[in-house]
């Protein structure tokens, strides 16, 4: 395990222990705004100037997916197999074609249902906008029919289970469109604001998983220097903090 993923999980577990205890520190704030989470961060976005969850703008689709706004077709387990997330299942047709079947529950966190004809403008927009996909997919054309979406590629790709796992494939509802760096997508929470120097999110109350989001409202703040990173967590200012 690389020392990337010790910090995530380590700040992830943080985070869950810490969510049971936070209120009593927040007073009134808790009472008005439900139950809060603060989190501080030295690796808040791929690039802070540029901070956004559209997941085909760059990389970041890793604000998108790591602050739970979107989620992607396929994801990775704890033994890194692939496993479906969006999808319900595929079918490898041939050298050239996948056919992916998507769960028939799966709303936008607009209300929005997705559907083939959804993911396919997702997919269509991320190999025109994100720099990397083209390469790594090699899409030749997309159908959709219902709840199935046919990829076929002009030439043999053979991982396209794994880049469709990337967070740059983070299923997005183009019809809303990017709003102040805000992607409207399938994850448990909802971003509401993004700066430069964090994200204000808010609780998904249509999340179509059986694991209902915990939490009202999450505070994501950008703090690259490590002695304030710190200070916040020693003052109570932070739940929970990454990087230290």
């Known amino acids: 395990m690389n020392n990337k993923f010790k910090y995530l999980i380590t700040a992830l577990l943080g985070a869950a222990l810490l969510v049971s205890g936070c209120g009593s520190d927040a007073g009134k704030t808790a009472k008005e705004e439900g139950k809060v989470f603060h989190y501080g961060t030295m690796a808040y976005g791929p690039a802070m100037q540029n901070a956004s969850t559209d997941p085909h703008d760059t990389y970041c689709g890793w604000s998108t997916i790591r602050y739970g706004v ?16 969006l999808a319900e299942s595929y079918e490898q047709m041939d050298d050239y074609t996948l056919k992916i079947h ?5 709303t936008f966190s607009n209300g929005k249902k997705v559907t083939g ?7 269509e927009d991320l190999i025109k906008r994100n720099d990397r996909a083209p390469h790594d997919l090699k899409i030749d054309q997309i159908t959709a029919d219902g709840q199935t979406v046919t990829i076929h590629s002009s030439e043999k790709v053979p991982a396209m289970i794994h880049y469709l796992a990337d967070p740059y494939g983070a299923i997005i509802d183009m019809e809303a469109g990017i709003k102040d760096k805000i992607a409207v997508g399938t994850g448990p929470y909802v971003a509401v604001k993004v700066t430069d120097q964090g994200i204000e999110l808010k609780k998904n109350e249509q999340y179509w998983g059986q694991t209902k989001p915990k939490l009202d409202k999450i505070v994501v703040r950008s703090i690259t220097d490590g002695d304030s990173l710190s200070m916040a967590m020693q003052s109570g200012e932070l739940d929970a903090v990454q990087g230290l």
Do not use: S, Y
């Open 117 to 123: 004809e959804a993911v396919k403008a997702c997919l």
């Open 70 to 85: 979107g989620e992607t077709l396929f994801k990775f387990d704890n033994e890194m197999n692939v496993q479906p997330w």
């Open 102 to 106: 998507l769960r028939d529950d799966i």
